[in-house]
Nanobody, 117 residues
Framework: QVQLVESGGGLVQTGGSLRLSCAAS????????MGWYRQAPGKQRELVAS???????DYADSMKGRFTISRDNAKNAVYLQMNSLKPEDTAVYYC???????????WGKGTLVTVSS
């Protein structure tokens, strides 16, 4: 059974940094796009960043220049380096991945990031 597990969330002050990690495990022979989403209290889940298997990245406008997505294909992992964090970045961050040519994406359970002012 394929699973995605996020880690690295926590409490950080405004202007600080955090690095999120997400590892896929199970019977995996192919991972296409991977990405990070977030959901703040009372808001819809939104895309933060995505990365293709070849390393092409895409970011939501509000994250450009502050967040960096990367992946390690050998480890079936995706990362999100978050710098210059703001209180409005407070949310549960989820990773997702398209694994083994499945039409639907697999999702992790999320990791909470709290940015204090």
């Amino acid at each position: 059974q394929v699973q995605l597990v996020e880690s690295g969330g926590g409490l950080v002050q405004t202007g600080g940094s955090l690095r999120l990690s997400c590892a896929a495990s199970g019977s995996i022979f192919s991972i296409a796009d991977m990405g990070w989403y977030r959901q703040a209290p009372g808001k819809q889940r939104e895309l933060v960043a995505s990365i293709t298997s070849g390393g092409t990245t895409d970011y939501a406008d509000s994250m450009k220049g502050r967040f960096t997505i990367s992946r390690d294909n050998a480890k079936n992992a995706v990362y999100l380096q978050m710098n210059s964090l703001k209180p409005e970045d407070t949310a549960v961050y989820y990773c997702n991945a398209y694994i083994n040519f499945q039409v639907h994406a697999y999702w992790g359970k999320g990791t909470l990031v709290t940015v204090s002012s």
